[in-house]
């Protein structure tokens, strides 16, 4: 049982489908540091600026200890304190909106390709034969006689 393992494992990673796999984790984890870059370096600025001039990262709320307030919350968390970062929630949730906006888009152009396909493929099918008049035998539309019932044809 163990003596084919390593063959089946060679097959199975060397397997169309496994290498696809792989490359579509590497580009879509590239692909996310860009997001995440056109997010907070592209997007909130501006978006901070209009609202004031405020730094979304640097958004939080502080739990714990009551009644200190820190300028920022690298400063909140060097001192040890308890914050929900709702800011840094908000550039995350922006990247997820841009990241599914781009796959639906990318698997949308996907889907009308292959429907501009599958009709060429029928046009194309529906072209390349016709019916005999005289055996209803499916022939070539170039066919001038039936191989099948050797009738001339019109």
Same mark, same amino acid.
């Given at each position: 049982m163990l003596k084919n393992w390593g063959k089946e494992l060679k097959e199975f990673i060397l397997h169309g489908n496994v290498l696809?796999?792989?490359?579509?984790?590497?580009? &879509?984890?590239?692909? #996310? *540091?860009?997001?995440?870059s056109l997010v907070k370096d592209i /997007?909130? !600025?501006?978006? &901070?600026?209009?609202? #004031? *001039?405020?730094?979304?990262?640097?958004?939080?709320?502080? /739990?714990? !200890?009551?009644?200190?307030h820190y300028p920022s919350l690298d400063a909140a968390?060097?001192?040890?304190?308890v914050t929900i970062n709702y800011g840094?929630?908000?550039?995350?949730?922006i990247s997820f909106i841009i990241v599914a906006c781009a796959v639906f888009l990318i698997i949308k152009s996907i889907n009308t390709l292959r429907a501009a396909a599958c009709k060429q493929e029928e046009a194309e099918k529906e072209v390349t034969t016709k019916e005999c008049p005289y055996c209803y035998s499916c022939i070539p539309v170039k066919a001038v006689r039936c191989p099948n019932c050797t009738s001339e044809l019109r």
């Open positions: 696809d796999m792989a490359v579509g984790i590497i580009i &879509g984890a590239a692909f #996310g *540091k860009i997001v995440d /997007i909130m !600025p501006p978006v &901070g600026l209009i609202l #004031g *001039k405020v730094d979304f990262s640097n958004l939080y709320l502080q /739990i714990y !200890p009551y009644g200190t968390k060097a001192a040890g304190a840094a929630f908000l550039n995350n949730v």
